[in-house]
């Protein structure tokens, strides 16, 4: 399950990356269409599509949010130490003894 919703997670993600490069930024960045309209080959208007562009971000986004928090609410108790910082400190070797001749007792 978990591995299912990850990978929706990523592509997801990267859907959502694509369409905010789309979006034209008041510097012009790498908006589509121009200043007089016309995006999309005609299809729209610039104003549609900048609101179409800035709805599907707003569902994208809100959709990024639900499945993250839902995916951190399934995980949360499967946590494995992973870092030598969690791990407790090893007990200390006893220090080994000196050997001691043995003495014949005769």
Do not use: K
């Not at 562009?53 to 986004?61: P, S, Y």
């Not at 949360?76 to 130490?81: E, M, V």
């Amino acid at each position: 399950m978990s591995t299912f919703l990850l990978i929706i997670f990523l592509l997801l993600t990267l859907t959502m990356i694509g369409v905010i490069l789309l979006q034209r930024s008041e510097g012009g960045g790498l908006g589509i269409g121009g200043s007089s309209g016309g995006g999309m080959g005609g299809f729209m208007s610039g104003r549609g599509t900048a609101n179409l562009l800035t709805r599907t971000t707003a569902i994208l986004g809100t959709l990024f949010f639900v499945l993250a928090l839902t995916m951190a609410l399934l995980d949360r108790g499967t946590a494995l130490n992973r870092s030598i910082l969690e791990e407790p400190p090893a007990a200390p070797a006893a220090p080994a003894a000196p050997a001691v001749p043995s003495v014949p007792t005769n």
